[in-house]
């Protein structure tokens, strides 16, 4: 407040010390009297001192009167210390409400730009003793960086910086420079990398300046499409992995999980696996489709192939000749009533007989293919589980075809 008046003696003259100035009067219920007459005229104030432009940073607004702001902006790699932007203050005496701001070159931290800039402390004077100083690299997914030194002085041998390339201490290490060379450009393959400054008790030195860029980062070679089978996975970047299934039938060759590895060439962690049908083997599934071997090529070596299906006690087993394109007589299925070549024969598949479907009253069925050293071929039979139950008034055993429990 510049003053509270009243009475008939004149106030002295006052000034102001803000751009705006507000006015009160109050009368009240009783005597009136003559008033005030009062006039005012603009006059120039003082502004507040420049403000000091830090170092390594730069200030952006020219006038400092009165409620007059300027900010302030620090260069790549150095951090803003105190507040961004001050204010002019009205008063007496003129002054900023806070002190201008300080730019540092800080010791670690997380690094979330596209492209940066990452100094050792205090550049480009000497860094101080006793430094352990870690800075994150955290790029959006598929994105890799690529560093470049721009300038590189520290105590040989004691004080080092390493470059890794992950988040981890563990990570892979690029990179361990310690001395005055400097140190050529280096190449990330991972979304994250670590940047790791140390320094000792003794001498120091200037340090390092680096600059980093994202780069994209390629994709494992597309799996798909997977013949006989079925790829699931979200994507082939880095550190993604797919997962790889055989169609019924078919048997898995290879690893089932594959994962998309680290570096310039991206490739996955193992051979793709492929899917083949087996010469043979014990199948468990209560439907499904025994397959000649290769399938759908052409079986191509003289060989006997032997399947034992296995379905739950108290079951049948019905199999049924969907596909056969082979040697009339050279090569056939032949189909036994139980796990051995003892057991009864249920009967034959070739092309020299017209049988197209076989039902078992054991719950297994052995299947053995046989075919000679002429042309290859191909064939297909599907199998499924039946019920079997007990005809009381024939006493014999009845199959249900179709029904499954």
């Excluded at 003082?46 to 940073?57: I, L």
């Excluded at 003794?202 to 980093?212: C, H, I, T, V």
């Excluded at 962690?269 to 043979?280: A, I, N, T």
């Amino acid at each position: 407040m510049l003053g509270s008046f009243s009475g008939t003696t004149v106030p002295a003259l006052l000034n102001s010390t803000s751009n705006q100035l507000y006015l009160h009067f109050y009368s009240d219920i009783s005597v009136s009297a003559a008033g005030f007459h009062l006039e005012y005229k603009t006059v120039g104030l003082s502004s507040c001192p420049e403000p000091t432009v830090p170092s390594n940073g730069v200030k952006a607004g020219e006038r400092y009167l009165v409620n007059d702001v300027v900010s302030f902006q620090c260069e790549p790699g150095y951090a803003l210390q105190g507040h961004a932007h001050i204010s002019c203050m009205p008063g007496t005496v003129r002054r900023w409400n806070y002190p201008p701001p300080l730019c540092i070159a800080q010791c670690g931290g997380a690094v979330e730009e596209m492209e940066g800039v990452i100094l050792s402390p205090g550049f480009p004077g000497n860094y101080p003793s006793n430094m352990d100083c870690s800075w994150k690299i955290a790029l959006p997914v598929g994105f890799g960086a690529h560093i470049q030194f721009l300038n590189f002085s520290t105590e040989p041998n004691h004080d080092f910086i390493e470059i890794r390339n992950g988040p981890h201490e563990t990570s892979r290490m690029m990179g361990r420079f310690s001395g005055s060379e400097l140190p050529g450009a280096l190449l990330s393959t991972s979304h994250e990398t670590t940047v790791y400054f140390h320094s000792d008790h003794s001498q120091n030195r200037p340090g390092f300046k680096l600059e980093y860029q994202a780069y994209e980062l390629q994709e494992c070679p597309d799996p798909e499409p997977f013949a006989n089978g079925i790829v699931r996975g979200a994507g082939y970047n880095v550190g993604q992995s797919v997962t790889f299934e055989c169609l019924p039938g078919y048997q898995l060759t290879g690893h089932p999980v594959l994962t998309c590895q680290h570096g310039t060439n991206r490739n996955w962690d193992h051979p793709l696996p492929r899917c083949e049908v087996p010469c043979g083997g014990n199948i468990t599934s209560s439907n499904g489709t025994v397959y000649s071997p290769g399938f759908p090529s052409p079986y191509s070596s003289s060989q006997d192939c032997a399947w034992l299906i296995t379905v739950p006690i108290g079951h049948g087993i019905r199999l049924n000749l969907s596909l056969l394109q082979t040697e009339p007589s050279g090569d056939f299925v032949t189909v036994w009533d139980g796990p051995q070549q003892t057991a009864p024969q249920l009967g034959v598949f070739s092309r020299s007989l017209a049988k197209k479907t076989l039902h078992s009253s054991s719950n297994q069925a052995l299947l053995k293919f046989h075919r000679d050293a002429a042309m290859g071929g191909i064939f297909a039979i599907a199998f499924s589980e039946l019920y079997i139950y007990l005809n009381w008034k024939w006493g014999k055993l009845d199959l249900v075809p179709g029904s499954v429990l």
